[in-house]
């Protein structure tokens, strides 16, 4: 009787306590929305990844897994191998977990493209979708890898570029 | 007479633990009705400095527009609302100290009365690089009159390579590392080459985002070189 009566009571309170704990998760939220200060969250990109992020293999075999990325329209973005030093490669790197084996990133052909009327320069680029391979070998299990695709980008009209970036995405591999 | 004093002592337990049931569950409820309170409060809170910090889209209406705001759309091309660039046109350019790459400091106070090109480039800027031979020959140009460019390098460091690359472009005007607050106070530098014009009385007559011609950096200077100093 006692136990059924004090039953409610402690309900209650378990309703409250969620209530409580939503309340405190508000403040960092709220902390985040600090307008014109902060651009490090949602950057802006030029470059998106249009492969599904889970993948499965046959484990102990070494697989090639291609990544398509897309540049935005109108823009292009320096090859993995541009020809000046100063000009930012594109590059992919994967924090691969123990299991997972990386042997090689394998990048596009790049487009050679003329920089301006008024120069004889000539640019390396990636414009639209590129494809990205990367050949790697895992053993049996399942895998969470975090992935960075460093690119540079600049219109096609070659009048302005914007800031460097990098491109975080998890790649979830499962082999078996 | 013994059953009537258990039956008492019973009637007793019940009352007792029935006010505790009723405690329980006042303090429940309050719990529950403080904790809605407090959240409605700080949504209602969160909300009010979500509005203060709003702001306005003004369309700009040309060249006499009210500096400082950003214009969503403009019919002219070539405002700095139309180049995503923030309206300083006709205000004060904003300050800085920043450091060669070999360590000496400048400030834009130091150039007070002259005629000053402030140029935005970087390493990694191919247009950036098409245009430096232009502003070379500007400054080879039109130091004399008092006009200077000040190139403000938007690299990462190490800013050894930002040396470098000046000098084996021939740059004949300080280059200068830049940083996050003079971006910002220029409205957010984003785009590169991004340029300020700024006339002998110290306030921006000309911006410009992206490469443009060489003929049209030189009207720019032509501009400002025909400015007065307060």
Redesign the interface.
Known sequence: M?RR??L???L??C??LP??A??SQ??PR?KG?D??SD?AHGEKQWVQMESPQDWTLPAGHPQIVVLNFQVDDGLHVNSHTPHSP???PTTLTLDAPAGVHVTKMQYPQAKESN??S??K?T?SIYTGAFPIQIHMQAKPGVYSMQGRLRY?A??NQ???????RTLLFTLRVTAK | MRAIQIRATQIEVRVK??LL?VL??I???T??LW??V??YR??RL?LQ??EA?H?ALVPDNGAGGNPGTVAAADADPDSPAAQGLLDLRGKLAPGFTLKTPDGKKVSLADYKGKAILVNFW?????????EMPWLIDMQKQYAAQGFTVLGIS?D?PPFA?VST?AQKMGVNYPVLIGDDAVSHAYG?V????TSYYIGRDGKIVVET???VSKSEIEDNIKKILATRED
């Open positions: 006692l009566s004090l409610i009571p402690i209650l309170c309703c409250a209530l409580l939503s309340q508000w403040q709220d929305m307008f014109g651009n100063y000009l930012i920089f301006h008024t120069s320069d640019l540079q600049c219109d070659m009048r302005i570029c914007n800031p460097p | 633990r029935n049931v329980v569950l303090l429940g409820i719990l529950m904790s809605g407090s959240a700080e949504r969160a400095q979500a910090n702001v970087a390493t990694w800027c191919a247009p950036c690089k098409l938007e990462d390579q690359f957010g984003d785009g590169l080459p985002a992206g490469l």
